[in-house]
């Protein structure tokens, strides 16, 4: 089955405590993307990348490092949570040409973090 | 970064009525993007719009891509139940499929009665 998953789906950690949500496609897409949703304030993009070792910035990169190392995986990397990243974060990939559909972006289910 | 303005933010109608819903932005666009969210779901793709002036439909979906590149709209014909969620427009600055940043409006909470 085609699919984005993110782990984990729930998290909750204290300010300052690293971690990272790992996120990974099984479609073999080139596009990658990071967003986070807040209430009245949509999705925001974080990072998005195009191909491996390809990164770039969204609109609210700051407090987020991403990697690219292989297709399949685009970890969000929190180095020092702060409260105000307490958010619903999405994951997500799409093929870039070709193919049937290239616009269509398939997100994931979601991770809810919570920063105490 | 840009933003687009999407209105309205929230709209409570009866089944069977038409809605219609937009996003302004201060700065041009070369793509724009439509999207629904189901509670506890992820976003998915309704509609994608190319060309300024363009207007696609996708069954009872219809949207257009504004002439000057600075708006969009959508609208959905004759409501039912399951048209409930939360719908978001996006735009890029890229043309075409290759685009990589992407700019999403705040969204508009649709609940339909019965």
């Known amino acids: 089955e085609a699919q984005v998953t993110q782990n984990p789906r729930y998290l909750i950690t204290v300010t300052g405590k690293k971690l990272t949500v790992t996120c990974s496609q099984n479609?073999?897409?080139?596009?990658m993307s990071w967003y986070r949703q807040d209430p009245g304030l949509g999705l925001r993009q974080i990072y998005y990348?195009?191909?491996?070792?390809?990164?770039d910035k969204g609109d609210v990169p700051e407090g987020y490092k991403v990697s690219r190392k292989e297709k399949r995986n685009f970890p969000l990397i929190l180095e020092s949570p702060s409260p105000n990243q307490t958010s619903l974060y999405f994951c997500?990939?799409?093929?870039?040409?070709?193919?049937?559909?290239?616009?269509?972006?398939?997100f994931g289910p979601g991770t809810r973090l919570t920063v105490l | 970064g840009q933003q687009l303005n999407q209105s309205p933010q929230s709209m409570f109608i009866q089944e069977g009525e038409d809605v219609s819903m937009n996003c302004t932005s201060s700065?041009?666009?070369?793509?724009w993007l439509w999207y629904k969210q189901d509670p506890g779901e992820g976003p998915v793709l309704l509609i994608a719009?190319?060309?300024?002036?363009e207007l696609t439909s996708n069954g009872r979906l219809t949207a257009q891509f504004g002439i000057t590149r600075k708006d969009s709209f959508l609208n959905i014909s004759a409501s039912i139940p399951s048209d409930v969620g939360i719908y978001f427009c996006?735009?890029?600055?890229?043309?075409?499929?290759?685009?990589?940043?992407?700019?999403f409006g705040q969204g508009t909470i649709l609940t339909v009665h019965p």
């Open positions: 719009l190319y060309k300024a002036g």
């Open positions: 997500a990939s799409r093929r870039l040409a070709g193919g049937p559909s290239p616009d269509t972006q398939y």
């Open positions: 990348s195009m191909n491996v070792e390809v990164t």
């Open positions: 479609m073999n897409h080139e596009y």
């Open positions: 700065s041009i666009f070369n793509t």
């Open positions: 996006a735009g890029a600055d890229a043309g075409g499929t290759s685009y990589g940043k992407l700019t």
